[in-house]
């Protein structure tokens, strides 16, 4: 066993994300963030992911205040964010110039520790985050390369350590597994961690898994036990079912073992009564659905991840055809292999389980493919890990069509991004975070961006007519 192991606090973004569709408002846990800041955390994770889209979409928040109102109040715990490598927050590649805006504006609003990832591990896609973070990097800002794991006949515990090793040689100072399906096994869990210490071991390994399928707390365990530095867990009230294992039963359980995680006792006691009645408000109001907190082994089975679960439902809701979810979940494997075994992480994931559900619903194999599955294969997303369906391939691509680089950067098109933004936004943007909002979330910001100057001028008549 480790004699210290270090862990890094959830609830702001990840638990928030997996169990109420990341619909925490800042001044829900605004009153807390002193004492999240007193508990010891390796680290706080609290942005990225999907704050930033759920701040402007349905929280009419500014995210780059968001993040700077945490700052304000967490002096001293690193705060962290996570970053899909050229996808940034959202689902397209984006040009390296704004990719590099990106990473130097979150570093200039708060953000320490850069979490960054490839839904494919194709890790031309992480090159562009890494450089700049190195970049613009403060005495306190870590580098942390991320890889999606996933189970498939082509994801073995060499292919693992080969790509840590890579890693390592690309610059990073901290590697992150990432189990977004929370399917990693205390086995695997072990070898993975054994084998990679093994080849990186001057590297801090950070184990970060889902508790979906229950597998969790064994996995944790086993990964501490094989030398992982960091573990991520939610305080107790948001863990479990699709968020991560709790931060109070990890810090009880690593005691008795005489395991030093740095802690607060009473601290992590207090952020839990604090969030107890938040997320009763939240039950109460159907925001957070029961389901996403229990255990489903299924999951060990269809490697689905938190979110995606939600989001199936939420369509077949939708579409009143609940009762194609058995079927759907059954078409989710055979996707995947057709896609040469992605991960089934954001926005792959999503990509994975709306084509399954398609190919249920139209009673016929690929009868319909959404754009974002032609783009995959037109190689906009990075090289798969397996050869992809040659049959599907040749549909969408024609006969003997190739796939595309999807990293060929056009030096002309430097800055094109942010001269549109600011044609589009005029007035409406004020600083450089505005831009970035409109160049991520175009459509989001703008109207985020119009209602902030209406509340603005409204404010002003009022203040006139009170004169
Ligand atoms: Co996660």
Redesign the pocket.
């Known amino acids: 066993m480790n004699q210290r192991v270090q862990i890094t606090e959830?609830v702001l973004r990840?638990a928030n994300?997996?169990l109420i569709a990341t619909r925490m408002k800042l001044a829900d846990f605004l009153p807390i963030l002193e004492t999240l800041d007193q508990a010891g955390y390796y680290s706080l994770e609290c942005w990225g992911?999907a704050t930033f889209d759920s701040c402007l979409r349905y929280l009419d928040e500014d995210p780059w205040e968001r993040l700077r109102t945490i700052r304000a109040h967490v002096k001293n715990t690193r705060l962290q964010m996570?970053l899909r490598g050229q996808n940034l927050l959202g689902y397209k590649h984006y040009h390296d110039d704004v990719v590099e805006k990106f990473v130097e504006l979150s570093i200039k609003n708060g953000i320490d520790i850069i979490r960054i990832f490839d839904a494919l591990n194709d890790f031309r896609n992480i090159k562009t985050a890494l450089e700049a973070t190195k970049k613009y990097a403060t005495a306190n800002t870590v580098a942390s390369g991320c890889i999606s794991y996933t189970q498939s006949p082509v994801h073995t515990v060499e292919k693992y350590v080969e790509m840590c090793k890579e890693l390592k040689s690309m610059g990073f100072d901290t590697i992150c597994l990432?189990?977004?399906a929370g399917t990693m096994s205390p086995y695997e869990a072990e070898h993975l961690i054994k084998g990679i210490k093994d080849a990186v071991g001057d590297m801090p390994v950070i184990l970060?898994?889902?508790s979906t399928t229950g597998m969790a707390y064994m996995t944790v365990i086993k990964a501490i036990e094989s030398g992982a530095d960091v573990v991520?867990t939610a305080i107790s009230c948001f863990s479990g079912g699709t968020s991560?294992p709790a931060t109070e039963t990890i810090y009880y359980a690593l005691k008795q073992y005489g395991v030093e995680t740095c802690l607060n006792e009473a601290a992590i006691n207090k952020i839990n009564d604090f969030f107890k009645p938040l997320k009763q408000q939240y039950v109460d109001s159907g925001l957070l659905n029961p389901k996403s907190m229990a255990t489903d082994s299924q999951a060990l089975v269809y490697k689905v991840?938190?979110g995606m679960l939600s989001n199936m439902i939420a369509n077949l809701k939708d579409m009143n055809a609940m009762d194609k979810f058995d079927a759907a979940l059954l078409e989710i494997p055979n996707v995947r292999k057709d896609l040469g075994y992605p991960p089934l992480v954001t926005p792959l994931s999503q990509m994975v389980g709306n084509q399954a559900v398609i190919n249920v619903l139209m009673g016929e194999r690929y009868k319909q493919i959404s754009t974002e599955i032609k783009n995959y294969f037109k190689g906009e997303y990075g090289i798969a890990p397996a050869p992809v369906s040659p049959e599907l391939s040749e549909k969408i691509l024609g006969q003997g069509g190739k796939p595309t680089d999807c990293r060929i950067e056009d030096a002309k098109r430097t800055g094109e991004e942010f001269a549109k933004a600011k044609a589009a936004l005029g007035d409406l943007a004020r600083c450089e975070e505005d831009l970035m909002s409109y160049i991520c979330f175009p459509e989001q910001a703008e109207a985020f961006l119009k209602a902030r100057k209406a509340k603005e001028e409204n404010v002003a008549t009022y203040t006139i007519e009170a004169m």
């Open positions: 959830t990840d994300q997996s992911g996570l990432k189990d977004m970060h898994t889902h991520d991560q991840p938190g």
